[in-house]
Structure formats: C-alpha cells, structure tokens
C-alpha cells in the first residue's frame, strides 16, 4: 500500500481540507496547493500580491483560513 510519505505527498496537503481555519500551514504548503515554488511565494509577498506569513514559534506560518482566501480568489495565482 503507498503512503503519503512513500508517494512523496506531504500528508498537509492530503488533508488539508480536513483542517480547521485556526490552523496554521508552512509556506511550502502555501506554495504546493497555488501550484508555484517557494521562491515565486516570497516575491508575490514582496510584490504585496500575498500577505506576509505570520511568525509562529519563530516560524513562518499561514493560517488556514488565509490560504483558503487566496485559492478562492486566485489572487496568488495571477501574475
């Protein structure tokens, strides 16, 4: 049987619809479910077209609620 970890899938982006909005989600998540590399995230943030990821723990985190925002409007998707 393949796993999420022997597929090569990251088990956040499995569930991710199981996720409640209060989550929080790396930005290479971020970056997988708009379907653009981590680099093209930062300059969209830098661009203002993302908002900044918030620090959690010292880490850089999206809360679930954001990116379900942005995929609905495609916002991190336009040039």
Do not use: N
Not at 38 to 61: E, F, H, M, N, S
């Amino acid at each position: 049987m393949t796993t999420a970890s022997s597929a090569g899938v990251d088990s956040t982006l499995l569930h991710f619809d199981l996720l409640p909005d209060s989550a929080f989600v790396p930005v290479d998540t971020l970056a997988s479910l708009l379907g653009v590399s981590i680099a093209t995230v930062r300059r969209r943030i830098a661009d203002g077209k993302i908002p900044a990821p918030k620090g959690v723990l010292g880490l850089q985190r999206y809360q679930v609620s954001t990116v379900r925002e942005l995929l609905k409007t495609c916002e991190g998707v336009s040039a």
